[in-house]
């Protein structure tokens, strides 16, 4: 399915953009007669190629949301019983998954562990130079620790 909304898409988003590259109303026309993938517009009901925006949010409309929403809704359906079943016997287990929780705060080891030092080999001036850079790296971590940032 996940192919199928990607197709789908990239399908939408090629549509769109040669519908709107056109600049007048017959360069419209000749682009929806020129191949069988315009053909959309009968399965969405548009008789009038006149209007370029409401052509390309009609094409949006349904190809963005109604058809990936109906897929949605048939692996809502199959899953349905299962997911019930589950959220029911095993509530806090399952309440991660399905509610967002503040994540937690972020500490100078937990810095320390996401940026590692890829350090020269020993005994080489570079080495050196680095070995001085953690050092101020790591007091610079310890000093700022339990600081509040808030940024916008």
Not at 57 to 75: F, M, P, R, T, W
Not at 115 to 140: H, K, V, Y
Request: charged letters at 20%; glycine letters at 4%.
């Amino acid at each position: 399915m996940r192919v199928h909304i990607i197709i789908t898409l990239v399908f939408l988003f090629y549509m769109s953009s040669q519908i709107e590259d056109t600049t007048s109303e017959t360069q419209l026309k000749d682009l929806l007669n020129s191949s069988e993938d315009y053909d959309f517009r009968f399965d969405l009901g548009i008789t009038d190629t006149t209007n370029r925006d409401k052509l390309v949010s009609s094409v949006a409309l349904h190809y963005g949301v109604l058809v990936v929403k109906a897929e949605l809704d048939q692996i809502l359906c199959g899953l349905s019983d299962t997911l019930d079943a589950l959220i029911r016997e095993n509530p806090t287990l399952m309440r991660p998954l399905f509610v967002w929780a503040k994540p937690p705060p972020l500490t100078a080891e937990g810095v320390y562990d996401m940026l590692p030092a890829l350090l020269s080999e020993n005994g080489n001036n570079a080495r050196e130079c680095q070995e001085t850079i953690m050092m101020f790296w790591n007091d610079f971590l310890e000093n700022v620790e339990g600081i509040v940032c808030v940024y916008r």
